[in-house]
């Protein structure tokens, strides 16, 4: 028999506030808290539920990010449901227990309020710290809206628990953490039997199966058989991934896909993107299109693993592609989505004209206008334009001001 669809209610709050009733309702065992803005609100919100008793949560405050994921890999290595969040220089101080996380497969729930990374300082939004955890082993998604980042963490708990490997759901900083959102939450026991009870195959604590964690890997084939086996699971994350997302959409109506598109159906100028920009190029999509014009937009969801088949083949019959990075890859040709969009085309022998942006780098504006002259640029490049190489969108106009 199907499942009945859940019921649910309409809420408005930030994007933080969806992640933190998220929390609520998957009721961990664990969850290991240290503040950094713009993701303080999630564990703030948190710490009011474990006051109140809506959870019944171990709540384990610690002294900084690598202590917040070392305990949180304890917790999960003996059994413990565990979820923690952070943001930028966070994430950037745990890089050497992200690692450990996934080489261990412990299955922890880390949201991430994606930011900037120093220096200079800044605390505004665009993908540099999470960016730099993308080669990690973490199963990596993005949400472009409040409602994505509620569903997605939820979906993260099943999917980490399936394939004993770390997920990293994210959002925007400020710009979807911050901003009152509208949408949509399911009833407690919906949640609750959805992600269901977490009984690992292995554990510290069970003494009649003793297992070790953390051994050394000595000379020979050992680590990089592992890391092998580690390469695979996250692979074969990405069937999970959509298989759970089917589930979800059953009980909620709210599809989930690798990637997500629009005017894709017979598009011939297209740009890739992730996250909350999305939005601002859907309208501007919408714009065109009334026009005549045959455009489109790729949005990417699940970023690692890369649905790098899904792209090619959305992008196959695109004459012209536009790929924005909100993050940089110094040194590279282009930005890291660019550098994955590149290698997913060339790995299915799908030959379009590419053009390469960086964008809103530390909150710097991402106006409907720059969109539209990424459709331009693409428009001419169809014509025979040279390539201008790596564009930053936005900066001439920021130049230009400053100038004046």
Not at 112 to 124: G, T
């Amino acid at each position: 028999m199907a499942p009945e669809k859940a019921t649910q209610k309409t809420i408005a709050a930030t994007g933080n506030g969806f992640v933190a009733e998220a929390y609520r309702q998957i009721d961990p065992d664990v969850v290991c808290a240290y503040p950094i803005t713009p993701q303080t609100t999630i564990v703030e919100d948190f710490a009011k539920f474990v006051a109140k008793g809506l959870v019944h949560t171990e709540y384990v405050t610690v002294e900084s990010e690598h202590s917040s994921m070392s305990a949180a890999i304890g917790a999960s290595a003996a059994g413990a449901r565990t979820m923690t969040a952070t943001s930028s220089q966070g994430l950037a101080y745990m890089w050497e227990e992200l690692h450990v996380a996934s080489g261990l497969r412990t299955p922890i729930i880390m949201v991430n309020a994606n930011r900037a990374i120093s220096a200079p300082i800044n605390i505004h939004c665009d993908h540099s710290d999470v960016m730099g955890a993308r080669d990690t082993g973490w199963v990596i998604l993005f949400a472009e809206n409040a409602q994505e980042a509620y569903d997605n963490t939820i979906i993260s708990v099943r999917v980490a628990e399936e394939n004993m490997l770390p997920v990293m759901p994210t959002l925007d900083g400020f710009i979807t953490t911050h901003s009152i959102a509208r949408g949509e939450v399911c009833d407690d026991a919906t949640v609750k039997a959805f992600v269901g009870e977490f009984t690992p195959e292995h554990s510290l604590l069970n003494k009649e199966q003793p297992v070790t964690v953390g051994g050394f890997a000595t000379l020979g084939n050992t680590y990089q058989n592992i890391k092998e086996a580690e390469r695979n699971a996250i692979d074969a994350a990405k069937d999970s991934i959509q298989r759970i997302g089917d589930e979800w959409e059953v009980l909620t109506g709210r599809p989930y896909n690798h990637i997500e598109s629009f005017g894709m159906e017979d598009a011939e100028r297209a740009v890739v993107i992730l996250g909350s920009a999305a939005g601002n190029v859907r309208a501007v999509v919408r714009e065109l299109r009334a026009q005549g014009e045959k455009v489109g937009v790729v949005n990417i969801r699940t970023y690692r693993p890369f649905p790098s088949a899904e792209l090619a083949e959305i992008l196959k019959n695109c004459r012209v592609v536009a790929v924005l990075d909100r993050a940089e890859s110094f040194g590279a040709i282009a930005g890291p989505l660019a550098l994955d969009t590149m290698s997913a085309l060339y790995t299915y022998d799908v030959r379009v004209t590419l053009r390469t942006y960086i964008y809103g780098l530390g909150g710097a504006d991402v106006k409907l206008e720059y969109i539209r002259s990424v459709y331009e640029d693409l428009a001419e490049a169809g014509a025979g334009a040279p390539n201008p190489g790596l564009v930053y969108l936005g900066d001439r106009d920021e130049k230009e001001e400053d100038r004046l």
